[in-house]
């Protein structure tokens, strides 16, 4: 598994193009740009992957962001509530990568 972290929510996208990730974990919060920004322009890029939420914020934040996917036509975005723990993520890996 090869993993590229991206902490400026700025360079988030050009970073996702040029990496062309099989799966994204996306933080909602972020400083500077909006988890749901930041969603949506990865949805526009054309490039396919699978995106997973990460948060801690309300039901209806996430509305909104499984609202951005159905309008691109992606399908429902699984969501990992923090805290989590490491098996919970490794749980996720193991259930959505391919092979």
């Not at 974990?25 to 500077?32: Q, R, S, T």
């Not at 890029?45 to 934040?61: E, F, R």
């Not at 996917?69 to 975005?77: I, T």
Request: zero cysteines; charged letters at 25%.
């Amino acid at each position: 598994m090869e993993v590229l972290s991206v902490l400026d929510p700025i360079e988030a996208v050009d970073a996702f193009i040029d990496f062309r990730p099989d799966m994204v974990l996306l933080d909602m919060v972020m400083p500077e740009k909006d988890g749901i920004d930041v969603l949506d322009e990865i949805l526009l890029s054309g490039v396919p992957t699978t995106v997973v939420l990460l948060s801690n914020l309300s039901d209806a934040y996430l509305r909104i962001a499984q609202g951005v996917a159905r309008f691109h036509g992606a399908p429902e975005l699984p969501v990992l509530r923090k805290p989590f723990q490491r098996h919970e993520l490794a749980i996720m890996l193991r259930t959505m990568l391919p092979g």
